[in-house]
Nanobody
């Protein structure tokens, strides 16, 4: 059974740092891409950052550029998100996702497997 498990969420003050991690298991197909998305209540889920499992290509949404870093451990099927200089607007539920489609690694429709989410709350 496919499963993605996130960890590392919590509360942090504005300007601080937080690290998220995600482990994938039980996915029958080769994972080609993993990423992080976030969602506020009443809003659409939006991409934060994604990383390809071939060539380490990365994508960062504008709010994440210069502050967040995505990395991976292909052998362990893990993906990480280092969040620095966090802001109150970073408060959201953060979801880990995995995709198995070659050449598609940017939007939510490119990902077929999702974690349950981990809450990040930034206080000002």
């Amino acid at each position: 059974q496919a499963r993605l498990v996130e960890s590392g969420g919590g509360s942090v003050q504005a300007g601080g740092s937080l690290s998220l991690s995600c482990s994938a298991s039980g996915i029958t197909y080769d994972i080609t891409c993993m990423g992080w998305f976030r969602q506020d209540p009443g809003k659409e889920r939006e991409a934060v950052a994604t990383i390809g499992f071939r060539g380490d290509s990365t994508y960062y949404a504008d709010p994440a550029k210069g502050r967040f870093t995505i990395s991976q451990d292909i052998a362990e099927k893990r993906v990480y998100l280092q969040m620095n200089s966090v802001k109150s607007e970073d408060t959201a539920m953060y979801y880990c996702a995995a995709g198995v489609y070659y050449g598609r690694c940017k939007t939510s429709v490119d990902f077929g497997y999702w974690g349950q989410g981990t809450q990040v709350t930034v206080s000002s």
